[in-house]
């Protein structure tokens, strides 16, 4: 009669130590409109590019100013599909960026599949610590998309 309670009590401990998935995770490349899961590099030539033209437009139409990133130094991957295999496949990264003046900043970059214009291209965000003026992404990029 002692034995059943006691069963009973190490079912339900066993059971609640079991791992629960909050949903299932389906990759994104298994969809019915499927991601290729491929994202451009942190080194890519063109998510550099882009960057930098992108920084120094921004500057130069909404700042008044000439700031402008000429190089970038220690180009690290910081994250690849870190919010999980069934969402937009994205990789995130981190380089110091040399600037005009030669001060070097740091950078946070996200690429993201599919995510440029129209859905076509992979889309590039960025934060330059020192430069998010209007603190859209927290003043230090601690709020970039796709962190």
Known sequence: MRRAPLTAASLIALTLSLPTKAREEIPAESRFAPFS?????????GVLASIQSR???????????NAEIIGFERIQQT??????????PRRTCEAMAVMGDMQRLKLHY???????F????????????????????????????GR
């Open 37 to 45: 899961g491929v994202v451009d590099t942190c080194e890519s030539p």
């Open 55 to 65: 920084f120094a437009s921004t500057e130069r139409r909404f700042w008044n100013s």
């Open 79 to 88: 994250g690849l599909r870190q919010h999980g295999i069934d969402l937009i």
């Open 110 to 116: 996200a690429i993201i599949e599919a995510n440029g």
């Open 118 to 145: 129209a859905g076509y291209g992979n889309q590039v965000t960025f934060c330059l610590a020192g430069y998010d003026r209007n603190l859209t992404n927290g003043g230090d990029c601690s709020r970039l998309p």
